[in-house]
């Protein structure tokens, strides 16, 4: 028996089509709960568009579809695969149901950065009813994912939250570190496999399709080590937060630039330069998600840093000083 998840590939043959289909490479995650040295296999099956290579909506009208599955063993001593065999056939029968298929509608907002806090819109149809004996550590989905990574629910979901079947049920989760990009791809997982990603409403576009994301990050300021300086300018400031690693950064303080010397993944070190006029040009602060701001020592004058991905305190995206 090959001890390594991925050392098994499998056949499907459909008993609605007569035919018999391989699926794709199955991963870690996919076998998460095999232990193949002792002869038990237990791998999360791919989804039917995924195992036909076909769109989601050609199984729209499906209700079922039945297969027998095949496993075979792979591993470099074996010349040809070594099919395994069920003790039981009805543990290498398989039936999808398309009211066991979850439905991901989308996340909201769809605009992310380090730490913020967003939600997964979803309907689980009847999948809650297959699952039963929760841990305390457990929840009823598995994970959900923003490009690979993990959504931390910690604080919002338990082994006793219940939601709606066949409506749209929402569940709040904080953003871990994400590299920043235009598009994520996002999922959530139950035991019966990934869910439906529904186009239409997961995925954002703009007027004339020009750009399209499921979600997208931008960095964020969380902190610095000052918020006091002089019109004179010279002092080094250091922001601290997340998603800076790209370079190509530019930072102002009162509209005035703050010239960019140093830079990692969570920190920015830049020069303040002089404020010839003496007069801020900001006026009262706008205080965003972190309360980010600057004081002038020689003045009365609040500041702030400007940043031109920051968010205000309703989570919006803006060229917003915070």
Request: charged share 20%; net charge negative; proline share 4%.
């Amino acid at each position: 028996m090959n001890e390594n998840p991925e050392g098994h590939s499998f056949k499907f043959f459909s008993h609605n089509f007569g035919e018999a289909i391989f699926a794709p490479p199955m991963t870690q995650d996919d076998g998460f709960n095999s232990h193949p040295m002792t002869g038990t296999i237990a791998y999360r099956t791919p989804s039917l568009w995924d195992l036909f290579g076909m769109e989601r909506k050609a199984f729209d009208n499906i209700a079922s579809l039945t297969f027998t599955v095949s496993v075979f063993a792979h591993h470099e001593l074996l010349e040809e695969p070594r099919e395994l065999t069920c003790k039981n056939v009805a543990y290498c029968k398989l039936e999808y149901r398309q009211h066991y298929t979850p439905s991901l509608w989308f996340v909201s907002p769809r605009v992310i950065y380090s730490g913020a806090k967003t939600e997964f819109w979803f309907d689980p149809r009847s999948t809650p009813n297959l699952i039963q004996g929760l841990m305390e550590e457990d929840k009823l989905f598995i994970n959900a994912r923003v490009s690979g990574a993990l959504m931390d629910f910690e604080e919002s979901v338990t082994h006793t939250t219940r939601f709606s079947h066949w409506r749209k049920n929402r569940v709040r989760g904080e953003v871990g570190e994400l590299p920043i990009a235009d598009n994520h791809t996002i999922s959530m997982l139950w035991e019966t496999g990934q869910s439906e990603i529904v186009e239409h409403t997961a995925k954002y576009c703009t007027y004339g399709n020009e750009t399209c994301y499921y979600a997208k990050s931008v960095p964020v300021i969380k902190n610095m080590v000052a918020n006091e300086g002089y019109y004179t300018g010279g002092q080094n400031l250091t922001l601290h937060g997340h998603g800076f690693a790209q370079g190509n950064i530019s930072v102002t303080v009162d509209g005035i630039d703050c010239i960019v010397s140093e830079w990692d993944a969570d920190s920015i070190n830049c020069e303040v330069q002089p404020r010839e006029d003496g007069v801020s040009t900001v006026g009262e602060p706008v205080v965003g998600a972190h309360g980010v701001r600057w004081k002038y020592v020689s003045g009365n004058s609040l500041t702030n840093v400007a940043c031109k991905s920051c968010f205000d305190a309703k989570g919006n995206t803006e060229e917003l000083i915070t």
